[in-house]
C-alpha cells in the first residue's frame, strides 16, 4: 500500500482548496482563522464544500474528501481510518481494505512518521498530520 503518497495525495487536496478559498476571501494566513468570513456551504472553482464545527467535506467532481482542521502549530489536519479510505476510493477508485489501511497508518505511527490524537491521555483513532 502506497500510504505515504496517499497521505501526501490526500494533504495536497486540502491545500489546493485552502488556495481557492484564501483567493476568494482575499486570506493571507491560515483560512480557519478566518473561518467567519467563509460560507459555511458553498461551491467554488468546483469545489463544492460544507464546513461543520471542526471539519469540512469537500467533493470535487467524484473525489470526496473529509476533515478536520487544527489551530495548532504542529498539526493542521486530522482524520479517521474512513476519512482517509473514502477519499483514496474516490480518487483512485480502487477499493482499500480497512484492516491493511489502519495496519499502514500504524506502521507510520510506530514509526514516528504520523501521529494519533491524544487527549488527557487517552489515544483516539485518529490521525495528525
Same mark, same amino acid.
Given at each position: 500500500? !502506497?500510504?505515504?503518497?496517499?497521505? =501526501?495525495?490526500?494533504?495536497?487536496?486540502?491545500? @489546493?482548496? !485552502?488556495?481557492?478559498? @484564501?483567493? @476568494?476571501?482575499?486570506?493571507? =494566513?491560515?483560512?480557519?482563522?478566518?473561518?467567519?468570513? #467563509?460560507?459555511? =456551504?458553498?461551491? *467554488?472553482?468546483?469545489?463544492?464544500?460544507?464546513?461543520?464545527?471542526?471539519? $469540512?467535506?469537500?467533493?470535487?467532481?467524484?473525489? #470526496? $474528501? &473529509?476533515?478536520?482542521?487544527? *489551530?495548532?502549530?504542529?498539526?493542521?489536519?486530522?482524520?479517521?481510518?474512513?476519512? /482517509?479510505?473514502?477519499?483514496?476510493?474516490? /480518487?483512485?477508485?480502487?477499493? #482499500?481494505?480497512?484492516?491493511? *489501511?489502519?495496519?499502514?497508518? &500504524?506502521? /507510520?505511527?510506530?514509526?514516528?512518521?504520523?501521529?494519533?490524537?491524544?487527549? &488527557?491521555?487517552?489515544?483516539?483513532?485518529?490521525? /495528525? #498530520?
Amino acid at each position: 500500500m !502506497e500510504i505515504v503518497k496517499y497521505i =501526501s495525495d490526500y494533504e495536497n487536496f486540502i491545500i @489546493k482548496f !485552502e488556495n481557492v478559498l @484564501k483567493e @476568494k476571501y482575499k486570506i493571507k =494566513s491560515n483560512v480557519y482563522q478566518h473561518i467567519d468570513i #467563509i460560507k459555511t =456551504s458553498d461551491s *467554488l472553482n468546483n469545489y463544492q464544500y460544507n464546513f461543520h464545527g471542526a471539519g $469540512c467535506r469537500i467533493t470535487f467532481g467524484n473525489i #470526496i $474528501c &473529509e476533515y478536520d482542521f487544527l *489551530l495548532d502549530e504542529n498539526s493542521k489536519y486530522q482524520f479517521s481510518v474512513w476519512k /482517509l479510505k473514502t477519499f483514496i476510493e474516490s /480518487l483512485y477508485k480502487e477499493k #482499500i481494505d480497512n484492516i491493511e *489501511l489502519k495496519s499502514s497508518l &500504524e506502521n /507510520l505511527v510506530a514509526k514516528n512518521i504520523l501521529k494519533k490524537l491524544v487527549i &488527557e491521555g487517552k489515544v483516539f483513532d485518529i490521525y /495528525l #498530520i
